[in-house]
């Protein structure tokens, strides 16, 4: 049995990912022993985490992991605990492991790749896995039931959550508390508001400036609004989102872009993805290269498939190496 794809734009789950998704996918099958050692737990058991299909409730300490939704598996890994099953979203390849993982954090033993939007019930059940997460996904009342009716704890999108809404903040809360590693995820969080607030000290000149952020693909482009990782990162610098894109937003994190309406990424700064085509067609694109702050040299495209992945990961490591690699372009930008 196959979980049904949930019902989405194709556009809307691009823009949220910035990459080509895995629709569906299966790996080398697992060990099937306990997961390998991790960092000794924090918490106590059993922990009742809010959900949007309620309570759920974990009795012991996990030791068989599945990590279903988007940037699950990257947040266990961090706080030291390996999935025997993992679903690669972005996709990273091999074993979903990002290049920002840092090598001690990495698995020792691969996990089974598993699907994204379709997952395999038969799969996910021969892992014998004693939580389930899914906490950034499409919140599809169907596949968390399927999920649950495996008989294993499946901590779903949080409370009041949208689909694929789930911040980063959010998710590591959730895991940290399910993992009984919430000492790790405070620090974590920490480590990473702390490394945001240094960005943003060392260039007082990114407060206040208007950005409009946008993706382009094969036939269309689009902008971010608020409610979205991307537009926070670059709010957490000291940027505000353009006033004329926002005043568009609807219920989604972003908007549809027409060539009509090109001058809406017209701010101090623009930064533009690719997703599903060569940067290349973004600086061929004589619209956007007639957008004023882009004809000012104000732009950023994040052309390198690493750096936007990481700008789009929406996970603290990930965030963590786009300060790194994309505040030196925006510095760039916006000093010519």
Known sequence: ?????????????????????????????????????????????????????????????????????????????????????????????????????????????????????????????????????????????????????????????????EAYATTWQQQLDMIGKALGRTAQAEQVKGDLDAKFAQAADAHPEFKGKTVAVGAKMATSYGAYVNGGARVEFLERLGFTQSPRVQALAGKDFYITVSPERMDLFDADLTVMSPIGIDASQIGSDPLFQAVPSVKAGHVVVLSDQTISQAFASATPLGLSYAIDKVVPMITEAMAR
């Open 1 to 161: 049995m196959r979980f049904p794809r949930p019902r989405a734009r194709g556009s809307l789950l691009a823009l949220l990912l910035g990459a080509v998704l895995v629709l569906a996918g299966c790996g080398s099958p697992a060990e099937q022993g306990p997961a390998e050692p991790a960092t000794p737990a924090t918490g106590q058991f059993p922990v009742t985490i809010p959900t949007a299909f309620g309570d759920v409730t974990i009795d012991r300490q996990p030791q068989r992991v599945v990590a279903l939704g988007w940037g699950d598996a990257e947040v266990a890994l961090t706080l030291g605990v390996q999935p025997v099953g993992a679903a690669d979203w972005l996709p990273i390849g091999g074993d979903g492991v990002a290049p920002w993982m840092p090598q001690d954090k990495r698995y020792t033993t691969a996990p089974t790749m598993l699907g994204t939007m379709e997952v395999s019930a038969e799969q996910v059940a021969a892992l014998n896995p004693d939580l389930i997460l899914d906490t950034r996904a499409s919140g599809d009342r169907a596949r968390y039931d399927q999920l649950a009716a495996l008989g294993v704890p499946v901590l779903g999108i949080p409370a009041g959550g």
